[in-house]
């Protein structure tokens, strides 16, 4: 079975852009998760989707948001760019609703802002 | 909301020998505890994980022991092996508040000496 897929795996954008990421999650599953990692703040949860809903979420700023398809695939959004999003941004996938449920790792989206 | 913590944050062992890692959360209603190991440019991936209605469990070289009167849980490594050499992470549920993703300690740098 083909693991959690990221796109793109690095991406270079600059001050007040916009970036879309994009996550497919394990065939069957229906919640994704993402996170964001960085050296200083560690992996921090941003938000979850499951059946198109935005079930949680983290701490974050109104300028990270996600949606979920259909066919259980994600995006998140980061308008107006700061540096400090500079980040590896992961994606998780689950069966059912995150909480107890296993979560397994895509390979992650680096984003440098410059 | 939970706030989880992990030490050491490097831990360098000779081959063979036994590590092990410490973490101790906050948020008495956390029930769920996975393990995740990363790899450089690697997404975290699950090693292994413990449900609070269980003190112990076990996978060939790797447990996971949980107190949930202490509220610290730990991971043991037996017959270290070079390709254990990564970054280690515990993580807890934080359920409440409407965040209900996982939290996650700061990693530790595991190191197998040769």
């Known amino acids: 079975k083909a693991g959690v897929t990221q796109t793109p795996r690095y991406l270079i954008k600059t001050r007040g852009q916009q970036v879309t990421l994009s996550c497919s999650p394990i065939?069957?599953?229906?919640?994704v998760s993402w996170y964001q990692q960085t050296p200083g703040q560690g992996l921090q949860f941003l938000f979850e989707y499951f059946s198109e809903t935005q079930r949680n979420k983290g701490n974050f700023p109104g300028r990270f948001s996600g949606r979920q398809f259909s066919n259980s695939r994600s995006e998140m959004n980061v308008s107006t760019l700061e540096l400090g999003d500079s980040a590896l941004y992961l994606c998780a996938s689950s069966r059912w609703t995150s909480g107890s449920e296993t979560q397994y790792f895509g390979p992650g989206t680096r984003l440098l802002v410059l | 909301g939970e706030n989880v913590e992990q030490h050491p944050s490097t831990l360098s062992v000779q081959e063979g020998d036994s590590a092990v890692i410490k973490c101790t959360y906050s948020?008495?209603?956390?029930?769920?505890f996975p393990w995740y190991k990363q790899e450089l440019g690697k997404g975290p991936q699950l090693i292994i994980d413990i449900r609070s209605n269980v003190g112990e469990k076990k996978d060939q070289r790797i447990a996971v022991t949980l107190n949930k009167t202490a509220k610290h849980f730990s991971l043991h490594i037996t017959e270290t092996q070079p390709e254990d050499s990564a970054v280690y992470f515990c993580a807890g549920l934080y359920s409440g508040g409407g965040a209900d993703g996982l939290t996650f300690g700061k990693g530790t740098h595991l190191i197998i000496q040769p």
């Open positions: 065939s069957g599953h229906r919640s």
């Open positions: 948020d008495s209603a956390s029930n769920y």
